[in-house]
């Protein structure tokens, strides 16, 4: 009976690992202390990082957002019995972010606590968001405007912040000469582009 038991937990554990590496989100079990004691093949391959590197990390390691207080509110809800979900970015090992939504829950074992952490990445839903709300800005200055060339600067910044641009220009076609020349170009304030502008 105690060998089939045992060959029960082993099978079920083997399911469970299957189930959980052939998920598309990423998955953290962490410990009451938040330290990561399994993930599965998603999280490794988002993040860059072997099962084992991840394993005994905290999740300040790996997330680009997270301080102390936001770990502390996010623990004091979800240690209430909330199902806590939340934006934020992970950094990956080669130090690139992206944005994920994290769905993360408690849930108890005989004497011990742990948390489920779900995190999806969420990079082309943003990037859908920013176009969409490009298209709305520079539909509405363009409604708002007597010409293009009233609008121009207003469009020019406004398409840059909402597409998190660092420098963007506008080009005007010169029909007559046959050529394009640049019209305007803006940037963002710590960008020393002055060779940039010199040659446009």
Avoid at 7 to 23: G, P, V, Y
Avoid at 87 to 102: A, C, L, N, S
Wanted: negative net charge.
């Amino acid at each position: 009976d105690w060998r089939h038991a045992e060959e029960a937990l082993r099978a079920s554990e083997a399911r469970f690992r299957t189930f959980a590496d052939h998920a598309t989100d990423a998955f953290f079990l962490h410990d009451e202390q938040l330290t990561v004691i399994d993930v599965n093949r998603q999280a490794c391959a988002s993040l860059g990082y072997r099962r084992e590197e991840l394993i005994g990390r905290d999740p300040r390691d790996f997330d680009a957002d997270l301080d102390e207080t936001s770990i502390a509110r996010l623990a004091d809800r979800v240690g209430a019995g909330e199902t806590v979900t939340f934006e934020t970015r992970h950094r990956r090992k080669d130090g690139g972010v992206f944005p994920v939504e994290i769905r993360v829950r408690q849930f108890q074992q005989g004497e011990r606590r742990f948390h489920v952490a779900l995190a999806r990445d969420i990079s082309e839903r943003k990037r859908t968001e920013k176009r969409m709300l490009a298209q709305h800005t520079v539909a509405q200055i363009l409604a708002d405007a007597a010409t293009v060339d009233d609008a121009m600067p207003r469009l020019l910044e406004a398409v840059c912040e909402c597409l998190d641009w660092d420098l963007g220009t506008f080009w005007r076609v010169d029909r007559e000469a046959g050529v394009l020349r640049c019209a305007r170009v803006w940037r963002k304030a710590f960008l020393d582009a002055a060779d940039f502008e010199t040659a446009t």
